[in-house]
């Protein structure tokens, strides 16, 4: 039994909530802190009556002192952060500042930089073991699963991984021409992005959308892919011994691709600030202004997604190749906690990793990738927790 501080309330948040709340037995007690307080406040009415408490708070995330002062009140056993990328680093520090555990779903980025790398965040590791606590980096599906479907692949199949493909494939369609399944900022800043692998130790770059392969996806059938560049590749490239080669592919539709290549060359998507009737706007924040809210995509999206790993390595001397994956329907998330499955698979293993910090299945101080724990118990997890895996020992490979 323990107690968690969550902050941010979106897309991610609202399902990680809801799961808290089905497992009471792990979250005796939660806080729903977020910038807009009232998001918070739904939330809370909607859940209220289980045997979950529920308190909600306004919180500037980007401010150390108003973290600090949130968690010395509230008093959590783990922090979940599902705020954005650009508040890790305030929200680490008020942990460290609390000795309190901290869980996060992605990487610290600048906002004025695009660049998503870990060595912001792996600069806290030595000041985290110091104060005796842990901080889980990367408890989503893609950072999160991937990893520990990579540890788990390791532990029970392998003597060692050469070859990682991660694949991530939604098929949903929300019936709009053009719209992002989490926040469009983050989405839209991570595709159009330079492409790159990690291949025989270093990074190999690419253009955006470079490198494009078809896979025929188990229960969704064939889709393009592209190839893109993705914050797990980085920690994986260190934490699997053996590792040769490391890609990430994900599935675009050919709408999609064309309207983003549009609003690049109208300059849209870009976050260099520019000057508008006297005011400084984003390019960027204004089209997330325009597109639809990915909160409002639930009831529209219908169809599955499927993300998952495939390894190649070598058990007992011989070579192996192995494909763990998970299916999710978007419509059976929808009905369970009101959410499409973009947000359903990140939320629900954010309550998984902040459920096993909490109780303390998962300890070790300092800063840790989520591949470094023991998968076993996430594992099981996330067959309980709505995100059954299945695995094949004969898949198709991405190049054959
Ligand atoms: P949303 O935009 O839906 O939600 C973000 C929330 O954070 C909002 O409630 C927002 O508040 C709040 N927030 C933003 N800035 C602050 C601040 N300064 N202080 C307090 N609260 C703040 O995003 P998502 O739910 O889609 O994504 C959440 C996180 O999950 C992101 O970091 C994203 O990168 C990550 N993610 C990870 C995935 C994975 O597989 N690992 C996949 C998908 C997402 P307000 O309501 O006021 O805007």
Known sequence: MGKA????????????????????????????????????????AK??????????????????????????????DVVLNLALPYQDLTIMDACLATKTHYVDTANYEPEDTAKFEYKWQWAYRERYEKAGITALLGSGFDPGVTGVFSAYALKHHFDEINYIDILDCNAGDHGYPFATNFNPEINIREVSAKGSYWEDGKWVETEPMEIKRVYNFPEIGPKDMYLLHHEELESLGINIPGIRRIRFFMTFGQSYLTHLKCLENVGMTSIEPIEFEGKKIVPLQFLKAVLPDPASLGPRTKGKTNIGCIFKGKKDGKDKTYYLYNVCDHQ????EVGSQAISYTTGVPAMIGAMLVMNGTWKGPGVKNIEEFDPDPFMDALNKWGLPWKESFHPEMVDE
């Open 5 to 44: 501080l969550i902050i941010g309330c979106g897309g991610v948040a609202s399902v990680a909530i809801h799961k808290c709340c089905q497992n009471s037995e792990a979250f005796e007690e939660i806080c729903i802190a977020s910038r807009t307080k009232s998001k918070c406040d739904a939330l809370k």
């Open 47 to 76: 859940l209220d009556g289980g045997k979950t408490k529920i308190t909600t708070a306004q919180v500037d995330a980007n401010k150390v002192e108003e973290l600090v002062a949130l968690i010395e009140k509230f008093r959590p």
């Open 332 to 335: 059976e998330c929808y009905k």
